[in-house]
């Protein structure tokens, strides 16, 4: 199926870059509502999550306050019941933070840690809406899906 998004960028490509497109682009709304109506096209939601990225935004949240690298790993794991590395955790979790999805701030130091600060993460609300979007997008793939489909 053809989206939205994809019709404007074959839209785009024929006119090139330039004056032509920045003229145009502030008809994208329209072109959009009108590719939803005409083809019943959906338009892709501004927030995009991968499949990792939204089970690290849920867990974060799951854990509210006390959700850092290693209670993070620790509580994917047993829930998920499946290994996961700690640099791809930590790669995953800095790429949220610059996406606006996640803001961290460092604990006290301690002695235990040899006067390492943890990183603790929380959920913003712009990463509150980006889980929304990818619930409420899911939701309605598995609505949309035919009882004959599974039986």
């Known amino acids: 199926m053809i989206t939205a998004l994809d019709l404007m960028q074959r839209f785009k490509k024929q006119l090139g ?15 959009t509502k009108i590719a939803t109506f005409k083809f019943k096209i959906k338009p892709m939601g501004k927030h995009h999550l991968g499949e990792f990225e939204e089970l690290v935004l849920l867990t974060v949240a799951v ?12 509580e994917m794991e047993n829930r998920l019941k499946r290994g996961i590395s700690i640099g791809s955790l930590r790669t995953v979790l800095n790429r949220l933070e610059k996406k606006g999805y996640l803001t961290s701030k460092f604990g006290e130091s301690t002695a235990m840690r040899g006067g390492k600060r943890k990183r603790y993460f929380l959920v913003t609300k712009y990463g509150q809406k980006a889980l929304q979007e990818t619930r409420e997008q899911r939701q309605q793939l598995w609505d949309d899906i035919p009882r004959i489909a599974f039986d």
């Open 63 to 74: 854990l509210y306050g006390e959700a850092y690298g290693v209670s993070i790993l620790n």
């Open 17 to 31: 870059s330039g004056s032509k497109w920045e003229i145009c682009s502030t008809w994208v709304d329209i072109f």
